[in-house]
């Protein structure tokens, strides 16, 4: 059973995804916090295996909840899943900079947001379709044929091998899933995988622990 905490400071929200969530099987909600703060208390003292957290909150915001659960050692399982409107690239670099596994926007359909949930709680990094375009625009060379071919391309900018795999990872598919749809090895696609991370900055702990 997964253990998810829901943190948003609107009420129907928290309650929609409560509700939502807990018709799946293999989900269980095991509490609601308001704002930041509330929801690293929560984390804290329910040990979530994910928390569903929301950007713009008051007191504390989403990001800075997310870095103190990922920066709490006795959190170590917990991941976190980004749950917001706000998907613009400033807040994904932010999140995933912050700790966060994954970032979904709150329009997604009810069942991608439980397949993301299942994503993040098996170790997987996952982002939502906005959120990839948002961050290929932001590092995507302008030059694809260019950054394909050049030894010396800036670290920071994604390869047209790279942002395809960024789309699949944005679809929620797991690094063997990639390794199949690509014809490329598992250690390839993780290596990829790891690659993109660190190009766009984030520290997602729960692939370096699980060896994704």
Known sequence: MIRVAIADDQTLIRTAVSQLLATEPDIEVVGEADDGAKAVDLAVQSH??????????????????TAKICLDPTLSSTRVLILTTFEEDEYVVAALRAGASGFIGKGADPDEIARAVRAVNAGDALLSPAATRSLIGRYLDADPVQARHSTNADPGILTPRETEILLLVARGLSNDEIAAALYISAHTAKTHVKRIMAKIGAHDRASMRTGE
């Open 48 to 65: 979530p295996d994910v928390v569903l957290m929301d950007i713009r909150m008051p007191n504390m915001d989403g990001i800075a909840a």
